[in-house]
Nanobody
């Protein structure tokens, strides 16, 4: 079992920044990846970014490119999502997820464990 806990969400004005954290605990493996997804009301859950734990290789989806950065801290077993230049369209619940597969990181079906999510609200 793997447990994931997100934090760092909140209310921010357009143009502002937030840093989300995802702490992993339990039986995690070095050969794994953690991804960030988000889901706005009435919309599908969409891929934001992912990072491979061992190689520290990041992958940023379309919502993240140029504004968000994913990073990990092995000693803290934590993955971060630094979000800059936020706009109201970024308002959503943000989830982190864990997978041991090395492909399809943009597909939510690749992930076995999910956190409870953290709300991000961007006001105009």
């Amino acid at each position: 079992q793997v447990q994931l806990e997100e934090s760092g969400g909140g209310l921010v004005q357009a143009g502002g920044s937030l840093r989300l954290s995802c702490v992993a605990s339990g039986r995690t493996f070095a050969d794994s990846a953690i991804g960030w997804f988000r889901q706005a009301p009435g919309k599908e859950r969409e891929f934001v970014a992912a990072i491979r734990w061992a190689s520290n290789s990041p992958w940023h989806g379309d919502p993240a490119k140029g504004r968000f950065t994913i990073a990990r801290d092995i000693t803290k077993r934590t993955v971060y999502l630094q979000m800059n230049r936020l706009n109201p369209e970024d308002t959503a619940v943000y989830y982190c997820a864990y997978t041991t597969v090395d492909y399809g990181l943009e597909d939510r079906r690749s992930y076995d464990y999910w956190g409870q999510g953290t709300q991000v609200t961007v006001s105009s």
